[in-house]
T-cell receptor
Framework: AQTVTQSQPEMSVQEAETVTLSCTYD???????LFWYKQPPSRQMILVIR??????QNATENRFSVNFQKAAKSFSLKISDSQLGDAAMYFC?????????????FGSGTQLTVLP | GAVVSQHPSWVICKSGTSVKIECRSL??????MFWYRQFPKQSLMLMAT?????????EQGVEKDKFLINHASLTLSTLTVTSAHPEDSSFYIC???????????FGPGTRLLVL
């Protein structure tokens, strides 16, 4: 079974600074998807960024980028120029290609605080 | 695009009553929908997966007779909490995906409080 581990329950960053959230996963599959979702106080889950495992290039979305290390099974999220609106719970998630692995497996989350 | 709505956003009910939560995909056809439960400051726990026109697949430990799921159309799934009890109080989130999508889109969630 796939597992996703987020070892940082809480992180804080100063406004305009950069922060990196860690995520590791375990799988025996070679092709899969990885996601970062954001859950602000409203509790609406919002997709932040997505990475396909077969792509070597790291995904980027404006101020959000990932460092995908397939061999190490690591998938960290970097937030540049942090803004107050980035404060939220961040979940790393894995999704395989077939069968029950096509369900999302979530990490335990990292609560990010942005300090003004 | 890819908007998922949920109704109601919050509900308070008396113990023993049943509550229905609707989940709709507004701008795409959702062949697969998922129902999650989330406790405060915890991750999402998958309750069940439903494919349009077929019975839902429940995760281990989730009572299928208590949490009835219907996915009768490509844009609507419902979760009915039958004979609700205070321990069923939680935040319920639905999610939807088409067969071609690799991304799941989430509804805004429903807060259920059972008195």
């Amino acid at each position: 079974a796939q597992t996703v581990t987020q070892s940082q329950p809480e992180m804080s960053v100063q406004e305009a600074e950069t922060v990196t959230l860690s995520c590791t996963y375990d799988t025996s599959e070679s092709d899969y998807y990885l996601f970062w979702y954001k859950q602000p106080p409203s509790r609406q889950m919002i997709l932040v960024i997505r990475q396909e495992a077969y792509k070597q290039q790291n995904a980027t979305e404006n101020r959000f980028s990932v460092n995908f290390q397939k061999a190490a099974k690591s998938f960290s999220l970097k937030i540049s120029d942090s803004q107050l609106g980035d404060a939220a719970m961040y979940f790393c998630a894995y999704r395989g290609r077939s069968g029950s692995a096509r369900q999302l497996t979530f990490g335990s989350g990292t609560q990010l605080t942005v300090l003004p | 695009g890819a908007v998922v709505s949920q109704h109601p956003s919050w509900v308070i009910c008396k113990s023993g009553t049943s509550v229905k939560i609707e989940c709709r995909s507004l701008d795409f056809q959702a062949t697969t929908m998922f129902w999650y439960r989330q406790f405060p400051k915890q991750s999402l726990m998958l309750m069940a997966t439903s494919n349009e026109g077929s019975k839902a697949t429940y995760e281990q430990g989730v009572e299928k007779d208590k949490f009835l799921i219907n996915h009768a159309s490509l844009t609507l799934s419902t979760l009915t909490v039958t004979s609700a009890h205070p321990e069923d109080s939680s935040f319920y989130i639905c999610s939807a995906r088409t067969g071609a999508q690799e991304t799941q889109y989430f509804g805004p969630g429903t807060r259920l409080l059972v008195l």
